[in-house]
């Protein structure tokens, strides 16, 4: 296999870490809403990724960064050409930030709705312009002989990356639910439970759709064989919330997004952004990869440090691993921050 080859794996990997984490994160954001009856319930729900949510956000940015290293022509053409879409979802990120934080700077009701408010918008939004993104991606692109996207934005929001937003808003969606459930005690996790089951049963319609349409457009016997697997995986994790198994719940839905996005990677090799005016024009592994010696030192360097990355994150997990419940909300007086509430 050849170090492009290598660093296109790699990069997969990242995207599906991301979404896997960053999934439940969205996940929870968005039940804020739909989940969570009152003030203190809210903050329940929010502690449970407050000790996790940006570190999280460090494997986008991982991501980001390997893309830009490792295939320099693929940055250029998706970051241009999707500029409004990626734009959006950076600045979502950014409030979202500042709302984890800011939300209990103050005791005012107004002032915590507002930022618990963003919270909810900022989680939706980007859990759905996500699919729309890498459904483009696989889909192909207006890309001309220069590498440069020539379509326009409305040309993004075709059928098909509609239907990957609405498959990654619901499977994040019900991943949160899932996780709700496994970390919080009490009336909320019982919510939770019944959440999931709506959830992951609107997912399971869309994804069943999205996929079979993937397959049968891009797929090979690799992205099918991922597409049993994120089908059988879903199914699991649905008989095991039903049953009160949160633990396995979480895991199988975790299995299913790593399915779901490793079958849309499995699709789109040896390209990385096919281009639909031309396939001689389009980004492939080759043709967009920066030279030799870049990405070998780019193989020393993450087989030095992603394994702490790993093992740094995994000790986080496990310290904050214990479920909470209104009762460890300190009456209505507001945390510090989100992950010391």
């Not at 295939?71 to 950014?94: E, M, Q």
């Not at 729309?132 to 696989?138: D, E, W």
């Not at 079979?212 to 879903?234: E, Y």
Request: aromatic share 14%; with cysteine.
């Amino acid at each position: 296999m050849e170090l492009h080859d290598v660093w296109f794996v790699l990069i997969a990997v990242l995207w599906i870490g991301y979404f896997f984490l960053e999934g439940f994160d969205f996940g929870i954001g968005i039940l804020t809403k739909p989940l969570a009856r009152n003030t203190a319930e809210r903050r329940v729900l929010i502690n449970t990724i407050g000790p996790v949510w940006d570190g999280n956000e460090v494997w986008l940015l991982t991501a980001g960064g390997a893309t830009f290293a490792a295939f320099p022509d693929w940055y250029a053409t998706l970051f241009s050409g999707f500029y409004i879409p990626l734009l959006l979802i950076l600045v979502c990120l950014i409030v979202r930030g500042v709302a984890f934080e800011y939300r209990a700077k103050r005791p005012e009701p107004r002032w915590q709705r507002n930022w618990e408010e963003a919270i909810f918008w900022t989680s939706l939004i980007p859990a759905f312009l996500w699919g729309v993104a890498f459904a483009n991606i696989v889909r192909g692109v207006d890309i001309d002989a220069q590498k440069n996207y020539v379509g326009g934005f409305w040309d993004l929001l075709n059928p098909y990356a509609l239907l990957g937003g609405l498959v990654t808003l619901s499977l994040f969606t019900f991943h949160g639910a899932v996780f709700a459930a496994l970390k919080t005690v009490g009336e909320i996790r019982d919510r939770a439970r019944a959440a999931a089951l709506k959830a992951g049963l609107a997912a399971a319609a869309l994804a069943a759709v999205f996929l079979i349409w993937t397959q049968a457009d891009h797929g090979n016997g690799r992205s099918l064989a991922a597409l049993v697997v994120a089908v059988l995986a879903l199914v699991g994790a649905l008989a095991a919330n039903q049953v009160g198994r949160e633990g396995w719940a979480f895991v199988l839905s975790g299995a299913t997004i790593v399915a779901a996005v490793a079958m849309l990677f499995l699709a789109l090799f040896p390209d990385v952004m096919p281009s639909t005016l031309n396939p001689e024009w389009s980004l492939t592994v080759t043709n967009a990869a920066s030279s030799p010696y870049t990405l070998k030192l780019m193989t020393i360097v993450a087989a030095v440090f992603t394994p702490l990355v790993l093992l740094y994150q995994s000790w986080t997990y496990w310290v904050f691993r214990k479920r909470i419940g209104v009762q460890h909300i300190p009456g209505h007086a507001p945390a510090a921050a989100p992950d010391q509430g």
